[in-house]
């Protein structure tokens, strides 16, 4: 209807081949144009010696409706993991962490009765001031009025000091790589309130074809041309040129989904809300690095959680074999596991061989005994996860006002207020229905 509309997407995760795929459904013509041999970005998986290692995200849930929607679409098998346990460490000793519901908040054991009492008041003071949960997803949704403190400050002032060490910052270093004193307190209350409300189903699900699955099915529909760094980004009178290595072009609109550190080396001359926004973005580092274990040797644990004041390198430990066929080879498995962000920063420019000895040796001094065949492989991430603290959710929250879709280029991913893999496609899917929007306004 509108493919005389160019549009060009740059960045093949999540969050740009959702929007390059709406695109294309709503009848504009899209090209992708990815720097790496590979597509997914932080949602890819490789494979070697029989086991999958997916180098960044590595579960959803069911709570995910953009990115299932598309698995779905797309005929991407999933798999419920569920029910698994999550346990926290505290003081040498392992407790269930699971928190999907009241009755689980209940059940807390790695916090005294009274924190938990605490938690469960302060959730019954948020549902009836707020009446619904709040998105998570859409942190540019949340109220004002939680955007002024950091989440540390508030669990320790509304729930406990050990609810802040023991659960939330646990939680917090494992799912965003960094401490929780660097979150805005709205995007805890945000994720608490959808967590604990039954009407969102937290169940761990896997893709079946690894994490990689959803974008290799995306870009089987989708032109994308990988290996093919874009280089050059300048406005020009019919739009943008979009420049790499072997070809120039020209587009009506730009969607620059890559990390805001990318875009920012991008966009020396583009419109300065945009710049300015990817400009100061700030992220998280870490190291996802996986050992070859006995497939059994975690159990129904999905996830092993180790705050910081327990131990200052290792953060988690996430179980691979619950995947299934393509995590577990001939009794045998893997354990990825993740890095306080100050280790991750120390450790990030070390060699690999120094990385996996370090992490070995904090690893058998939490858990002794433990049986770690071999290191396994290892991703560095210096942009892992945007740091969404009180400054970046305003700063976004202004720009969606006043900059997206300047002159016709577009931001997209998660660090726009759109956390995970989920908050990235929803990012990707509103940038697509406004740029279709404007498209069906405009004679062609
Ligand atoms: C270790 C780790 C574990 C995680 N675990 C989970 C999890 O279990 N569940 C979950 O929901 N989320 C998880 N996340 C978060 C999730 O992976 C991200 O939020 C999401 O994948 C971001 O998608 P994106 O499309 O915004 O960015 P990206 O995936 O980073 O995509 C950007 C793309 O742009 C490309 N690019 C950059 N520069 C250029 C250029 N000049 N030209 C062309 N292309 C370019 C990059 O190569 C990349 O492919 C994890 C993240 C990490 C790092």
Redesign the pocket.
């Known amino acids: 209807m509108h493919s005389s509309t160019r549009c060009a997407v740059?960045?093949?995760?999540?969050?740009?081949l959702t929007c390059a795929y709406e695109l294309k459904q709503g009848g504009l013509s899209v090209h992708v144009?990815?720097?790496?041999p590979t597509?997914?970005?932080?949602?890819g998986t490789r494979c070697k010696h029989h086991l999958a290692f997916d180098v960044?995200?590595?579960?959803?849930v069911r709570a995910y409706t953009s990115v299932l929607q598309l698995a779905d679409e797309l005929g991407v098998a999933v798999r419920c993991a569920s029910p698994v346990e999550q346990v926290v460490y505290r003081g040498g000793q392992l407790y269930r962490m699971n928190m999907t519901s009241m009755r689980d908040v209940l059940r807390l054991k790695g916090v005294r009765l009274w924190s938990r009492l605490e938690l469960m008041a302060c959730v019954i003071r948020l549902r009836l001031k707020h009446r619904q949960a709040l998105d998570f997803f859409d942190l540019s949704s949340t109220p004002d009025e939680l955007n002024h403190e950091d989440a540390y400050s508030y669990a320790r002032r509304e729930i406990s000091q050990e609810f802040a060490d023991y659960i939330l910052d646990a939680f917090h270093s494992c799912m965003m790589f960094s401490r929780s004193t660097e979150a805005s307190a709205a995007a805890f209350v945000a994720l608490l309130s959808m967590m604990i409300d039954p009407s969102f189903d937290f169940s761990i699900l896997h893709t079946v074809g690894d994490m990689q699955a959803i974008p290799d099915a995306i870009a089987g529909s989708v032109p994308v041309s990988t290996g093919c760094?874009?280089t050059g980004l300048e406005p020009d009178a019919r739009g943008w040129r979009v420049t790499t290595a072997g070809s120039s072009q020209v587009y009506r609109n730009v969607v620059l989904?890559?990390?805001a550190g990318?875009a920012h080396s991008?966009l020396s001359r583009g419109p300065t809300a945009a710049r300015e926004l990817v400009r100061a973005t700030r992220y998280a580092t870490?190291i996802?690095v996986s050992f070859r274990v006995p497939r059994n040797i975690l159990g129904r644990v999905h996830c092993f959680y180790i705050p910081y004041v327990e131990n200052q390198v290792v953060s988690e430990l996430t179980n691979e074999s619950l995947k299934g066929e393509t995590t577990t080879h001939e009794g045998w498995s893997l354990i990825n596991v993740g890095l306080h962000e100050s280790a991750a920063r120390e450790l990030v420019e070390r060699t690999d061989g120094e990385v996996f000895e370090l992490v070995k040796k904090e690893l058998l001094s939490l858990k002794p005994g433990l049986h770690l065949a071999e290191p396994y492989d290892l991703q560095r991430?210096p942009e892992?996860?945007p740091k969404y603290d009180c400054a970046q959710i305003a700063r976004v929250r202004s720009f969606q006002e006043v900059g997206q879709g300047e002159g016709g280029l577009y931001l997209c991913?998660?660090y726009l207020n759109a956390?995970?893999?989920?908050?990235?496609s929803r990012s990707g899917r509103k940038v697509a229905r406004s740029i279709l929007t404007l498209a069906s306004q405009v004679p062609q």
């Open positions: 740059i960045g093949a995760g999540i969050a740009g144009y990815e720097r790496d597509i997914g970005g932080r949602m960044g995200a590595n579960f959803l760094a874009v989904a890559t990390t990318a991008l870490t996802n991430w892992a996860i991913g998660d956390p995970w893999i989920e908050g990235a």
